[in-house]
Structure formats: structure tokens, C-alpha cells
């Protein structure tokens, strides 16, 4: 489990990260959003123990990461830029790599390897953007870790080769545990991977939840009592609602609403509407109607 | 628990060496072929084709054992700059540096085996290079490869070696700390051999501004003695092996160097991975130094075209031009005209300020300060190129250091000194670069002697022995040429006239009796001047002995007038004699000679002549 809490962070005259916290669950896979600039990448630095923080609670499994060797080899820490490994062949990697790492899994390394059709013979400079994505993430997943941490770990990569990635990670945090933390600048990448989602904008974690709680708890609901003198209602039919946002269209009005099923159900049974149709919000729906207030933050996420 | 996490930790140390080693033996085998090449190689080639191969690979091996080959100086450089730099090659990329520091390493792991294995990679072909001159060794030791008295010992080849080590382990540390303490490749490089010379560059430029402006200031000897040892690459190259104390005073300093980059690498920020400097305090350290630097080569630049007032204006101007440059290339851009380089320059034009009140005025009263003559024990005064001693006609003998240890005579000394203060004073300001006189330097004995004009570029060097532990070292060598004061001066010719001055010039204790081996007869040229012998008296060494102690004792009978009496002349001898001089690895033995003028004064000498029938003969030949 990683807990943070009240971390701060500055470079020179800039704070990075103020007041910042963050719980990610044993097991699950967490996706840290935020525009450019926002502090994923400082969060996840952090993290790795690339960075020490100035001020500030930092725990994985109750250790402090920075200086600590020995957590240090239980995580895995994937950049956004590989250029330091471009001297390599994939293979001189696998030797350097096992001979760090004691859980070393050679089987598979080689099975990914195999998947992604990657030549190890062949240095990674030679390779694709993409390609060095794909050796590294091999190589790290081959490192056995509890923590995978991976900074921005799709962009360049193919549809097919993202499936590929996302298999190993999930197939990882169910058989072992692994838990996995993914930075990203786009939430619609998030969606249908992640179990839980912070949003961070100008160093601040601003919204944090698992996304089946989240979901669960707003809906989009398309109501509609009929038309004309027909529609009959009493002025509080909505009292017992959370309303988020309310719009009409015509004789249906379209409510988002924070409430779960039962006590929208319970609504529907009272008051009977002709119309009473819930509809799935996507993740994007979800955020721009919970950060209201931050059109900035939500609208760079989804766009 | 605590075994296993130690053993763990280990392991992965060794990862980091093993890679490290797997990653850059290329460097190592170039750099140690370069030196192989040059030398080792070159021995063994002039052993297989060489008649006289004995010699010659023996000069080989020496040239290296002595730390004086081209190429072992170079590579005892280079190759722990470029070892340092490689290794810690991560720090100047920020992916690089982020992938290492989230590896399971702590930084002092990290720190300690990039360290080592820079240092195996840097000491590697010099240990190479060493077990390849071994067999030579050996080989002369059992008469294997020659049978000539061994040269190249064990024990030369040790301390050869063990000196080598300490070059490269202080080179390499302070590399270490070059990459610490900046961001990029090219500013590694540059500051990595920028530390390894800036304590000198420092103390010479110091040194020079003292010598230039503060009157009898001592720039050679014992000064620039200092500098050698600044750095074991210059002290072994000049000087051979180092001595113990000197490895180990070395050692130390490489270790503390080595500790201070581990402190800097544990506080190290990784995200300044790129920048120019990585620690604020040292970017600005950096700029000031090199804005000194700028400000004092411009400044003097400006000094010896234009005078002194030019000097501050030159500063002023190479200070301000040299912090814009290098503060640019410090921060990465060329907007540094605000207010934090503003406060930084004014930091600076106060530090610059102050060195250059230090070094080119006389805050301190030194230049006027003389020893009270109760507090030194002798003083060794040495004349170098002493004009006025007619009997030497040219001065091909060593110059004597004279040292007085007579009270009457100390007090002659520190009179002499009193009286040149001012006198040098009067003649810098009057020849100082920008100022209106030109007069000839050399104005006061007119041409009836080309001989005393020849004599004139010298000085006098005064080094007193105080009863504390401290020497007080002065050096007049501008006044030194206006000859015709110092003849004036009293002391002068109350020194000339002591007996320790004239013990030190006789011909016993100046050459040595038993060194001469011919006395000639010797021709002038149409100045008058003695340059060749013209024929050979053919003396027994008896006769000759006898005929020395004449000479020495008519010499020690001279007045100081005698001395500078030139029309007195009857004829020139010439004396050669052999000189032996034992070098560290060889000696030398050569031929010398000098002029020796017989003047009316050398009535003894005279009469041993005249007894010996060869008076008239030196006199008619002469003619």
C-alpha cells in the first residue's frame, strides 16, 4: 500500500507538489492524471526515491522509500524518456538488470520479449520509441516487482501493443499483488484499466476515488412526466435528490445526480414518471461534473 | 536479516562494477596501448633489432620510470578525466539519473561503485603498463638482457609505480567532484581539469601580480617550488618518484576530495541533471574564479601596454566582459542581465577589488620591511651574475650562494638591503610599463668595457635564516643593473672584502683544486674578451696546485677597488676543470671552463710565473 500525505515538494522558487496526498490500494492499479506541468511525474519521482521530498509523509508498506534499498527493489520505475538505456541490447539489459535484481524472472522476460517480437540482440537506440517502451516495460515487469510505476507508459505505443502491456500489468496485480501506479495526461487512457483515479492540478490532489465507487454514486438520469396539462408534479418532486446539474429538453428533463440506484429507484417508485431512464456516464462525464469547479483541471484531462 | 540485506546490498554494488568494467574496458585498453606503444613497445622493438639495445631500451624504461615520458603524463591525465566522466556520465541526463536513483541502491552504493569502478578503470593500464616493464626489471637484475650495473631496479620500479597510483587517484578525485558538481559532459570535462589546475592557476597569478608589483618580492625558488607540489602529476613529473610524505599528504587529499564529492552526491538535487552546475554555490564559485582570471589577463594586458592606471581600467573591463560570458554559459541562457547577476558582479567587483589591493599594493609594509639584525642567524646572499669581479671574466661557474654568518657581516647585508629599497623603487616607477622616460636601462658604465655590460642582467637574491622557524626571502633584480650605485654603495664593498665572501670565491671552494685538469693561456677577440685557449702550460698537478693557492691567495688580498680595476690586466688563463654531476637515475661528467684575469694585483701569482720561467713567455704571447 502507498500512503501519502501532506507532501511538499519544491524546485528552487517552484512548488511541485503542496500539500499533497495519495492512498493507493495493495493490489490495484492506479492512474494519476493531471495536465503537463501538474506534478505526476514529481509525484512519481518521489516515489521511486529518485527525489526526496521537503516536507511530508512518503510510506510503501510503512517504509520510507528514499534511501531504502530495500523497498527500492520491490518497485519499478518506468520513465517517459529511455534515452539512458539506448547503449544497450535488450539482452545486456536482461544481464544487468538480473544481476541487481534478486526476484529476476528470466521466463518472463523472455515471454514478453516474445510477444512484443523484440530482437534482444539489438541495441535499443536502434529501435522505435515504441519499441523502447516495450523492452523496458519488459525488463521491469522481469524485475518481479510489488510496485510497477509508470510515467506517461502508452504514448507511442499501438493498440495492439497497449492490450499486450495492460494484460501483463492486470494478469500481475491479480496473481501477485502487483500494484501498479500509471501517470497520464489523458483520463479517457485511464478508463476501463484503473480501479482507482487521482486528479492533480498545480500540485494538489484534487479529486481521488476508486471508479466503481464513483460511478455508482452519480448518474445521468433522463426523466419525463409528460407534456402539456398532463404533466402533473409537485414543486419538491426533487428534494430528495442531489442534483448536480439539471437541463431540459423539451418535456425530458436530464438530471446528473449523486445518488446510487436504490435511492434512485426508491424516487422512481414514489413519484412514477412516464420516462425514467438511467445512462451510464463515461469517466470523463463523471469528472467534469465532480470538479465543477475546476473547468481548468478537467477540460485538459478529456480533451 | 540485517547479513542478508548487507549481502544484497553487495551484490548489487558489484552489478554496478561489473557493468561499469563490461561498459568501458574499450577506454582502458586504448589508453593502455597509447602508453604501451610509446614506450615498453619501443623497448622491446630496440632489444630485437638494435646492436645496442642494451642502451637504448634502458632509456625507454627510464623515460618512464622517471615520470617524465610525454605520453605516461598525458594519459595519467586524461584517462582519470575521461574514467570520472564516463562513469557518472548519468548524472547529466535526467532519465539517465532518474533510472539509476530508483534502482535498489542507496546513493552512497551508488556513489562507491561508480567511484571504484572509475578508479580499476583509470589505474588499470597503469598497473598493466607496470607488470609489462617488470620483466625488464627482472631481466637486468639477473643479467638476463644485459650485463650492465642495474639501472632500472625493483625498487625504482616501485616507487615508480606506487607514485603513478597517487597521480591518477588524486587526478581521478578531483574528477569525481568536477562531475558532482556539474551537469553536462563538456562542463565535466572543463571543470574536472580546471580543479586539477586551479589551485596553481591561482597561486601563479598571485605570484605574478606580486612579482609585479611588490618591490623584492621572490617569485622563483622557494615560491614556485611551492607550485610544483600543488599537484603530484607536475611534482612526479619534475622531480621523479614521490616521497612518502608525499604520498601520503597526497592520499589524504585525494580521500577528502573523494569524501566531499560523496557529501555533495548525497545532497545532489537530480533534477539539475543537464544544467551547467548542479550546486548553486559552486556555479557561483565558478564564475567568480573565472571572472578573476578574466579580470587579471586583461587587466594586465591593458598594464603592460598602457601603464598602471590602465590596470584597474583593464580589470574593471575583463571582469565585467568575463562574468556576462561566464555566467551565460553557468545558467544555460543569455538573459543575465537582472538583478541577481547584478548583486553577484557587485559581490565580485568587491572580492576583485580586494585581491588586487592584496597583490598590487603593499598593504602589509613588506616591501620596506628588514630584519632586525639580532634575530638572524646567517644570511645567504646570492649575487647572481655579480658584476663586480674582474678576475672572473665570465661567469660559466655556478653563481655562489654566499651565506654570512659573521654578525659584522649580516649587518653589511641588511644595510645593503636598507639602501636598495628605495633605489629599486625610484628605478620600477621609472621604468614601468606606460611610463614617459625610456631611458636605457643600462646607462651608467660607457662601452670602454663590453665586459661589465654583459655581466649586468642579474640580481641579488637575500635569504635570511631568522632564529624562529621563519625565512624572510627578498630578490632585487631591476636596481641590480644600475651598477654604478651598487659600486657605491659601502656595503657593498664591505661585503666584497669579508673573508666569507672571498672563501666562497676562491677557486678551492668555488671549483676544487682537484677538478681543474689544464690551465691555458687564452686569447681575446677584439673586444678584449677571452674565448678561446691559446696554448697550454703543461703543469704538473703539483705545480698547478701550488699555482692555484697564488691565485686564491692574491684573490682573498684584493681590495674591492682591485676588483673592478680594469685597466690592471696582464693576461687571461683559462681553467677547465670537470664537472660531476649525479642525477637521479644517472650521472653526468662533463668539461667546463672559465676566464680567469691575472691582473698587477696577483703579485704572488706573478712570482710563481716568473720562478717557473712562463712569466714571460704568457706575456709576449698575449701581445
Known sequence: MIVINGLTKTFDDVTALDDFHMTVKKGSIYGLVGTNGAGKTTVLKLLSGIIKADAGILLIDDEIVYENPGIKERLSFIPDDLQFFGGYTLKELSIYFSDVYAGWNSALFHEIVSAFGLDPRRKL???????????????????????????????????????????????????????????????????????????????????????????????????????????????DIYDSLHIMHRENRGAIEILIVRNNRETLDRWRDRYRPLLFDPIPLSLEEVFIYELRGEDHAINSIIS | MQSTASSANSARTGAVIRENLRRFWPLTLVFFLAMFLTSVFQAILSLV?????????????????????????????????????????????TSAVSVMHAMPFSRRQLFSSNFFSGLILSLAPVLALALTILPFVIGQRFHLISSEPEVVGVLLWFTWLISIVVVVCFTYALSVFACIITGTTVMNILIACLLNFIVIFLYLLSIAYLDTFLLGFQSSGDSLDLA???????????????????????????????????????????????????????????????????????????????????????????????????????????????????????????????????????????????????????????????????????????????????????????????????????????????????????PLYDDKDALLSQQWSGGLYLRYEKTGLFRMNRTYDDMYRDGQFLMELPDVKALAETSEFKDAYSLENRIGYDHIANINLAASDSGGRANVAFFELMLQPDNMRELLRCMDKDFKALSFEDMNDLDAKRFTLELEYEVSYGGRYESYHYTNNIYYRITDQYTETIAWFKAHDLYDNLLSNNE
Open chain 2, 228 to 442: 610544483i607540489y600543488m599537484h603530484p602529476l607536475i611534482l612526479s613529473a619534475t622531480s621523479g618518484a614521490l616521497h612518502f610524505l608525499q604520498i601520503v599528504l597526497y592520499l589524504i587529499a585525494s580521500g577528502v576530495v573523494a569524501l566531499l564529492a560523496f557529501l555533495l552526491y548525497r545532497v545532489l538535487k537530480t533534477e539539475r541533471a543537464g544544467d551547467s552546475v548542479t550546486f548553486r554555490v559552486a556555479g557561483m564559485l565558478l564564475i567568480y574564479i573565472v571572472t578573476l582570471l578574466g579580470m587579471s589577463g586583461i587587466g594586465i594586458l591593458f598594464f603592460l601596454g598602457f601603464g598602471e592606471f590602465a590596470l584597474y581600467v583593464g580589470a574593471f573591463l575583463g571582469a565585467l566582459l568575463t562574468f556576462i560570458i561566464i555566467t551565460m554559459i553557468v545558467r544555460k541562457t543569455p538573459k543575465v542581465f537582472n538583478m541577481d547577476a547584478l548583486k553577484h558582479f557587485g559581490i565580485f567587483v568587491i572580492i576583485g577589488a580586494v585581491f588586487m589591493v592584496c597583490t598590487t599594493t603593499d598593504i602589509t609594509g613588506y616591501e620596506h620591511r628588514v630584519p632586525n639584525p639580532g634575530a638572524i642567524r646567517s644570511v645567504e646572499v646570492d649575487f647572481i651574475h655579480y658584476p663586480f669581479l674582474i678576475p672572473y671574466e665570465k661567469y660559466h661557474v655556478s653563481d655562489v650562494q654566499m651565506v654570512f654568518t659573521d654578525p659584522d657581516s649580516i649587518g653589511h647585508v641588511i644595510a645593503l638591503h636598507e639602501a636598495l629599497i628605495p633605489a629599486e623603487r625610484r628605478y620600477r616607477e621609472k621604468h614601468m610599463p606606460g611610463a614617459a622616460t625610456s631611458e636605457d636601462p643600462y
Open chain 2, 49 to 93: 633489432t638494435s646492436d645496442s639495445g642494451a642502451a637504448v631500451w634502458k632509456n625507454h624504461i627510464l623515460s618512464v620510470l622517471s615520470g617524465a615520458h610525454p605520453m605516461l603524463i598525458l594519459v595519467s591525465f586524461i584517462l582519470p578525466v575521461v574514467a570520472a566522466v564516463s562513469v557518472f556520465k548519468y548524472l547529466n541526463q
Open chain 1, 125 to 235: 537506440s536502434r529501435f522505435s520509441k515504441g519499441m523502447q517502451k516495450q523492452a523496458v516495460f519488459a525488463v521491469s515487469l522481469a524485475t518481479m516487482p510489488d510496485f510497477l510505476i509508470l510515467d506517461e507508459p502508452i504514448d507511442g505505443l499501438d493498440p495492439l501493443v497497449r492490450k499486450i502491456v495492460w494484460k501483463y500489468i492486470v494478469d500481475a496485480s491479480k496473481s501477485r499483488q502487483m500494484t501498479t501506479l500509471v501517470s497520464s495526461h489523458n483520463l479517457r487512457e485511464m478508463e476501463g484499466i484503473c480501479d482507482s483515479v487521482g486528479i492533480i492540478d498545480g500540485g494538489k490532489m484534487i479529486l481521488e476515488k476508486d471508479l466503481d465507487e464513483l460511478r455508482s454514486d452519480i448518474h445521468k438520469v433522463q426523466i419525463s412526466f409528460g407534456s402539456g396539462e398532463d404533466a402533473v408534479r409537485p414543486a
